[in-house]
């Protein structure tokens, strides 16, 4: 790993071996970066499609820029500056992309990373205060909306009106942001009932949706919910809870849910994703990611055999 960093990171830069003096990108490399995505935008068009999103969840650079606090230059410190990297993204694509929509996904709270504490139990990396949670308390295990709510009327002005909420990230804080009962092989034991977790990212989407009715909002994080899915998905639906019910893990699993959902015959239980992790370890250790456990196609691929063995199984 290469990482390109926006600013040091008290409890990151030490989990990926990174020294405190390891180089930032520079204001010039994000102007290149900022091109870049314009071009693959433009590309996207051309290959037909119909919108593109910009990224801003999980601790990749799009949200890394949101907490980047105590960056110096244009694009660090204030929220205006935090926030340039969008707008400068949506008005190159704007420019040399005219009619190409654009969505955004984001981590609309995050919190403190997480490690393995007593008996592989996942617990805070850092006590409070905690200065690096965008749309987080400074307790570092709490939402707090209110720049999470700036960023949205950032979105708002720039007409951009699709909206994916996801919070936390794989990396550092996987409970929040992927319930599941059994962590990924590099992950530590969840340290509260994942229906928490299912629960908090409904929660936090349904007061964005209420506070941006204007904004078609796609919620996440509901393969925990299991068999109960499709009951959950209808209940936050009718309450307007969210416009639409995002699929993380269970369209590896079973693609063909929603189409069982909704033609009322019932789920193919062999389907359901239990939440075993076992796509997310794969890609960990340079392996393609699929559904391993259940889906029949990547059952019998050599890799799964290496998951085992790497699971000790
Ligand atoms: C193997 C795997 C790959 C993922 N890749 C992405 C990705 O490229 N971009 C993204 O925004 N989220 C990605 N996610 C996160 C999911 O979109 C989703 O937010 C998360 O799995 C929680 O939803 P779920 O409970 O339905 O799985 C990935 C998740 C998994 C398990
Ligand atoms: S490997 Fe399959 S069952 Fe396990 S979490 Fe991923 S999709 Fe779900």
Redesign the pocket.
Known sequence: MEPKILYPHPILNKKFGLGDDYPILSDQDIDGIIEDYIKAAVLAQKAGFHFVDI?H??GYLGHEFLSAYDREGKYGGSFENRTRFLREIVAGIKAAAPGLEIGV?MSIFDWVPFQKGPEETGVPAQGDPYRYAFGGAESGILADLSESFLFLQELEKLNIELL?T?AGS?YYNPHI???ALFPPSDGYQPPEDPLHG?ARQIQATAQIKKAFPGLYVIG?????LQEWLPNVGQEVLRTGKADSI???????SYPDMPADILSGQGLKRAKI?RTFSD??TA?RNGMI?GCFPLDPLYKKMAEYDQLKALKGE
């Open positions: 990224k969840c999980h996904r994916c996801t794989p942001q992927r319930p299912v996440s994080a509901y393969s925990y995002g699929f993380g893990r269970m369209v590896l994703c796509c997310t890609p990611s």
